[in-house]
């Protein structure tokens, strides 16, 4: 069964730092793009960014409200997905999902994780 | 960035009702469109990729079809476990984007 499990979130202040991991399983991780998207209370649903798998070359791609603050990168030895947030704005407060890509679906995003809160507040 | 534009943004529908969610694309993206539910503090589900398949496990009462610019998303019979929020999504170029969603709610 896969699973995406998503930890990290919590209350921070505008300007500051937070590390979001999700960790997979139930599947080859290292085989499959993965996303983050987030959700602010209320509101639709927003890419984040995608770390392209080792075939290639783990590569990035960002969303423009967060290219240059937000860095995703990933571990395949631990079936890891991670989103490190910088200089964090009250806009950044939202639900943040991890999702898997699944190229053999169009690059549709076929499993999700529950979600983990960040709140961006003083 | 490719714009996704649903409409209605939400409707009010009986039981048993034919629904029908549009997604127009600000251009061309093949049929590179998916579209997924959301339930209130769940996370979305996958219906339907490529614009016209059905995701394995999904009733088959759900259907997509269109490509280019213009998709569609149908109900055939609107059961209780349908009322959510809908959202197509384009993987066609970066960034990837969602529409603004159809709340599909109780008449």
């Known amino acids: 069964e896969v699973q995406l499990v998503e930890s990290g979130g919590g209350l921070v202040q505008p300007g500051g730092s937070l590390r979001l991991s999700c960790a997979a399983s139930?599947?080859?991780?290292?085989?499959?793009?993965m996303d983050w998207v987030r959700q602010a209370p209320g509101k639709g649903l927003e890419w984040v960014g995608r770390?392209?798998?080792?075939?290639?070359?783990?590569?990035?791609e960002y969303a423009a409200s967060v290219k240059g603050r937000f860095t995703l990168s990933r571990d395949d030895s631990k079936n890891s997905l991670y989103l490190q947030m910088n200089s964090l704005e009250i806009e950044d407060t939202a639900v943040y999902y991890c999702a898997r890509v699944s190229s053999n679906r169009n690059y549709a995003l076929d499993y999700w994780g529950q979600g983990t809160l960040v709140t961006v507040s003083s | 960035a490719i714009q996704l534009t649903q409409s209605p943004s939400s409707l009010s529908a009986s039981v048993g009702d034919r629904v029908t969610i549009t997604c127009r694309a600000s251009q061309g993206i093949r049929s590179a469109l998916a579209w997924c539910q959301q339930k209130p503090g769940k996370a979305p589900k996958v219906l339907i990729y490529?614009?016209?398949s059905l995701e394995s496990g999904v009733p088959s009462r759900f259907s997509g079809s269109g490509s280019g610019t213009d998709f569609t998303l149908t109900i055939s019979s609107l059961q209780p476990e349908d009322f959510a929020t809908y959202y197509c999504q384009q993987s066609e170029s970066y960034p990837v984007t969602f529409g603004q969603g159809t709340k599909v709610e109780i008449k």
């Open positions: 139930g599947f080859t991780f290292s085989d499959h793009y």
């Open positions: 490529d614009a016209s």
């Open positions: 770390s392209r798998n080792k075939a290639r070359s783990y590569t990035t």
